[in-house]
């Protein structure tokens, strides 16, 4: 990959975390929080592309490639955080669950480059984020049935699953960075 696409790309990523950034920034914004997490997991991915720069040009592909995924998974989780109604939500939860399966098996391809008591560390933590993503998929599941009116307590109970997930993730993320 050229340094010329490397930089067009990381500025276009940049800017989309910038976005949201702002979001995090805004008083109107209950889940700033959230918001934050997922731009300071996203600042440390993309000081780890800055760094295979450096250190090791034949990495910087495959960190690229991890923040890019961590980014739709950060922008899904927003869509999802303000969605106004019910299928909005669920449809940003299933994209977002997506974006992290392909984030996983980006983390699982650098897992397996590894050798020896890091590589089965690194198997068994994405062992448990994947858990986690299929605890999502359960509740997300569940509250499709549930719903009935009450989409709002589903949503919270759907959340809370994702932030689990979404903690899970960026520990095994900084595993790999």
Do not use: C
């Amino acid at each position: 990959m050229s340094t010329t696409t490397i930089e067009d790309q990381l500025t276009d990523v940049r800017r989309r975390i910038a976005r949201l950034r702002a979001l995090a920034q805004s008083d109107a914004v209950e889940e700033r929080a959230r918001i934050q997490r997922h731009v300071d997991a996203l600042h440390r991915a993309d000081a780890a592309v800055l760094a295979a720069e450096r250190r090791a040009p034949e990495e910087v592909e495959g960190k690229l490639g991890q923040l890019r995924t961590r980014l739709a998974a950060a922008e899904s989780s927003v869509t999802a955080d303000f969605s106004d109604e019910w299928t909005t939500f669920a449809a940003a939860v299933e994209q977002e669950l997506r974006s992290w399966d392909t984030y996983v098996e980006r983390l699982q391809a650098t897992a397996v480059a590894r050798a020896g008591t890091s590589r089965e560390r690194a198997e068994a933590a994405i062992a448990d984020v994947r858990t986690r993503r299929i605890d999502v998929f359960d509740r997300l599941t569940q509250a499709w049935r549930d719903v009935n009116g009450a989409w709002r307590e589903q949503r919270d109970q759907v959340s809370a699953a994702r932030d689990a997930l979404e903690q899970e993730a960026d520990e095994l993320s900084a595993h790999f960075n």
